[in-house]
């Protein structure tokens, strides 16, 4: 047992790996500009002074974000591509420099060409009030002007509209933006377009992911990140929190409600789940299958609006409040627990009930089964012939021996406990993790949206691990040693 135990814990880390890989694969292809998005929470949130200068916020953020690393331990590129192009964050940017290089295959002209045209537009971007929306247009199309044909034409253009405004310095910035033109221009090297360049980085994006910006094994130093094998999934893209913080805040309710219908259930199936076995064919057991494969027919969001509407309306039963977790001017000031929990009961019955009769449905009919196949075995004859009593034979026998689909069941609950219950938590807003999913997804808030993939997926593997431990537990005739 222990060598298994000490095996399945091993295999934890590639797994672990692989379920990293897919969450980073996830947030850095996802749609929309994190750095974007922080400005505009900052812009919001009116914090005026730190947007007066918005390239030195995108600056900071693209550095405490890592988006200012290459992605990956290795990268493969043509000689051709530039090696500075990774520290390009804007991708209109990225697509023009990439395109200048390919065109002539020489990376360091079509670099040096797009360095002259960025210091020129800074130059106009500091005397935008002396300077024409024409001219600043030009100037900021030319910073995006990805084939000869159209930087030559913006080029001329903007030399006729400086010619009239007379602006000697910008004059001689647009001179210097045309040598480093012609020189890109003059030099052709096709070929390197397909001499592919293996490049590695020490220093990248998934490593600072996965292990923090500090000391990989101690973690020490970390100035930005820990990585998330320390628990630190980055931060949230709504509220600028760290992710692992806005977690610890929701995952309660959602443990909570979690583990109550999973008691709820159990104590509710197992004596019907039993007794329906050790009486085939009775009437207790026909009442309980037809109630129990209704209630497992009835869609969760339905009964949920079904229950809201009948026991949360004025105009029929008004015995339940219709959402929250607790009343809305929130607990009065030095209540115990008892207060809080009483308080908030409630708000409780209604999505417990949600939570639990499909688990206890499926529970029941589980039990069923197994039970009637321990009741067939010749064990069960013969300590019924011993005389003793039946419910005796049932209930310490037969459902003992009936343990094992309880078990896998219970397996489900690790993961349900971080992920839960989108459906139900949104219809009665919890504010748990199936609810700040929801609101992450609307909000492409993908920092949390990873984490929640990432956490789920090694509890999976802890389900499961803790699943055939109980097996052994349960049932001493399962062994995992090699023989």
Not at 101 to 124: C, K, M, Q, V, Y
Not at 229 to 245: A, T
Not at 269 to 298: C, E, H, M, T
Not at 399 to 421: D, E, K, R
């Amino acid at each position: 047992m222990i060598r298994y135990l000490t095996r399945r814990l091993l295999l934890f880390i590639p797994t672990l790996v692989v379920i990293s890989l897919l969450a980073f694969i996830i947030s850095v292809n996802a749609p929309g500009d994190p750095v974007e998005r922080m400005i505009s929470l900052s812009a919001s949130e009116g914090q005026g002074q730190q947007n007066q200068n918005e390239s030195g916020q995108r600056a900071y953020w693209r550095t405490k974000l890592g988006l200012d690393l290459p992605v990956f331990y290795f990268s493969l590129r043509p000689l051709s591509e530039p090696k500075a192009l990774s520290k390009i964050y804007d991708a209109a940017e990225k697509t023009s420099v990439q395109k200048l290089s390919r065109e002539t295959g020489n990376p360091n002209t079509a670099i040096a060409f797009h360095n002259a045209r960025l210091e020129f537009l800074s130059a106009i971007s500091s005397q935008n009030d002396s300077i024409s929306n024409l001219l600043f247009a030009d100037a900021h199309s030319l910073k995006y002007a990805a084939t000869t044909e159209e930087i030559s034409n913006r080029l001329k253009r903007l030399h006729t509209e400086l010619d009239r405004s007379e602006n000697y310095r910008l004059t001689e910035l647009l001179k210097t933006t045309e040598v480093k033109f012609l020189e890109y221009k003059s030099e052709t090297s096709s070929f390197r377009n397909f001499i592919p360049v293996v490049s590695f980085n020490k220093s990248n994006q998934y490593h600072r992911w996965f292990f923090g910006d500090g000391n990989w094994i101690t973690g020490k130093g970390a100035v930005h990140s820990r990585g998330i094998i320390r628990g630190d999934f980055g931060i949230s893209y709504l509220n600028r929190q760290p992710v692992s913080m806005v977690i610890g805040e929701k995952v309660g309710w959602s443990l909570f409600f979690s583990l109550a219908s999973v008691l709820i259930a159990y104590i509710i199936s197992i004596p019907i789940g039993v007794w329906a076995g050790a009486r085939k064919d009775s009437k207790f057991d026909n009442i309980s299958s037809i109630s129990l494969f209704i209630l497992y027919s009835l869609p969760s969001f339905w009964l949920a609006t079904l229950l809201l509407m009948t026991f949360a309306n004025p105009d029929i039963m008004h015995w339940f409040p219709a959402s929250g977790i607790k009343p809305v001017f929130g607990y009065p000031d030095g209540a115990s627990i008892w207060q809080k929990f009483s308080l908030s009961l409630p708000y409780m019955i209604l999505p417990l009930i949600c939570y639990t009769y499909s688990s206890f449905a499926i529970l029941s009919r589980t039990l069923r089964v197994a039970v009637l196949e321990n009741m067939s075995q010749d064990y069960i004859r013969t300590a019924m012939a011993k005389g003793l009593p039946f419910h005796l034979v049932v209930f310490r026998h037969a459902f003992s021996n009936s343990l094992l689909p309880l078990i896998t069941v219970f397996a489900n609950v690790f993961p349900l406990a971080i992920g839960g219950s989108v459906i139900l938590e949104t219809i009665f807003t919890i504010p748990g993790m199936g609810f700040e999913t929801v609101h992450s997804i609307q909000n492409q808030n993908y920092p949390m949206i990873v984490a929640i993939f990432t956490i789920t997926g090694m509890l999976t593997m802890t389900g499961y691990l803790v699943s055939d431990i109980l097996y052994a537990i349960a049932d001493p005739r399962i062994t995992f040693d090699k023989r």
